[in-house]
């Protein structure tokens, strides 16, 4: 499966985004998805997933009430909206699939985006 995210940008603090990302010679809904990001000098961390199937959502703890992934099966996307963006989230933000099981949380996906920057400026 290849992914195309997009939907990055610079805003300010307080501000939202909305991250998609969307897949072709797949079906995220067979996949667990999931969002990851890497900030400059950083390892790159989960951020959220949802599983395959029933879709249960996974968030970090940093993101946990700022943050809403979603899936739209009809568009073959998975979605991300950020709310609330502070400096802590600027990072390049990855989404990532898995066919093979595993924790949501680990990095060990099977296919992965090129990245989109997000910048929140204070």
């Known amino acids: 499966v290849q992914l195309q995210a997009s939907g990055g940008g610079l805003v300010q603090a307080g501000g939202s985004l909305r991250l998609s990302c969307a897949a072709s010679g797949g079906t995220v809904s067979s996949y667990d998805m999931g969002w990851f990001r890497q900030a400059p000098g950083k390892e790159r961390e989960f951020v959220s997933a949802i599983r395959r199937g029933g879709g249960i959502k996974h968030y970090a703890d940093s993101v946990k009430g700022r943050f809403t992934i979603s899936r739209d099966n009809a568009k073959n996307t998975v979605s991300l909206q950020m709310n609330s963006l502070n400096s802590e989230d600027t990072a390049v933000y990855y989404c990532?699939?898995?066919?093979?099981?595993?924790?949501?949380?680990?990095?060990?996906?099977?296919?992965w985006g090129q990245g989109t920057q997000v910048t929140v400026s204070s």
């Open positions: 990532a699939a898995r066919q093979s099981w595993g924790s949501p949380y680990s990095g060990d996906y099977d296919y």
